[in-house]
């Protein structure tokens, strides 16, 4: 075997421990199920008889924004668990054994992957259910769905760098929530940008979130795309390539004390 499959052998033996966790531990389902259908019912039955989308339903303006929040807020679950897997030794142990030792956060993101596909079909279920209807091709919506899915991969490294950080997964739950829940709101995820304040709407329209639900929006129900679709996948990949440099120098650094 090449270094390159062990490599590979070492992450999907993480990636399948992580998966067996959360059968151990079912409240950690919550996250990507429970959580992202509030914010479907609430978005759209509270706030949406408010909101006009000219040109959309609400329902179909609101979804592609939902699912990449959701995407993106999965990573919480890869920043609790490598924190708590640091805080109880656990990591230790794992520096004992004949692996690749990157591929403890590695795996343990890609495990994560697996729990964003459930959560993605939890979520068109219900947008379906509420009216949510795709308006454009099928290789559009194929695209739409490995775009929202490499962008949850790609902050998932965010969150591993915040998880391997913080001093207790409580604090890597509250860096998460206070770095990204400003930049999702102020974008173009539950409402126009345009209805917003002046003074907001720069920032909005040059928010990468704002790129990212528009290159969404428009692979799913066929709104105008710009440079939005091939943005979007230039940001997952340069977030990616920063945070997993910083994740695995922030692994080795905390393993080597």
Known sequence: MTAATYVFSDMLVLAKRSLLRVRRQPDLLV???????????????????????????YVDFLMPGII???????????????SDDLKKGLIDRFRSLPMWGPA?????ILGDVGLNVLQLVI????????GFRFSTSLGDVLLGLVLVLFLGYAFSWVFAFLGLTASSPEAANAYG??????????????????????????FAENNPFTTMVDAARALFVGTPAGNDVWLAFAWGVAI??????????????????
Do not use: C, H
């Open 68 to 82: 990449v929040q959701s995407m993106i807020f999965g990573g919480f679950v890869t920043a609790l668990g490598l």
């Open 104 to 108: 403890v956060v590695a795996g343990r």
């Open 177 to 202: 929530f206070t770095i990204l829940f400003p930049v999702t709101f102020v974008s173009s995820a539950f409402v126009p940008v345009e209805s917003m304040p002046s003074w907001l709407q720069p």
């Open 240 to 257: 990616t390539v920063v945070f997993a440099v910083l994740s695995i120098w922030r692994y080795r650094r905390a393993v080597a004390r």
């Open 31 to 57: 996250g990507y199920t429970i959580q992202p259908i509030m914010f479907v019912l609430l978005f759209l039955y509270v706030f949406g008889g408010a909101i006009q989308v000219p040109g959309l339903d």
């Open 123 to 130: 979520m068109f279920g219900v947008g379906i259910l509420a």
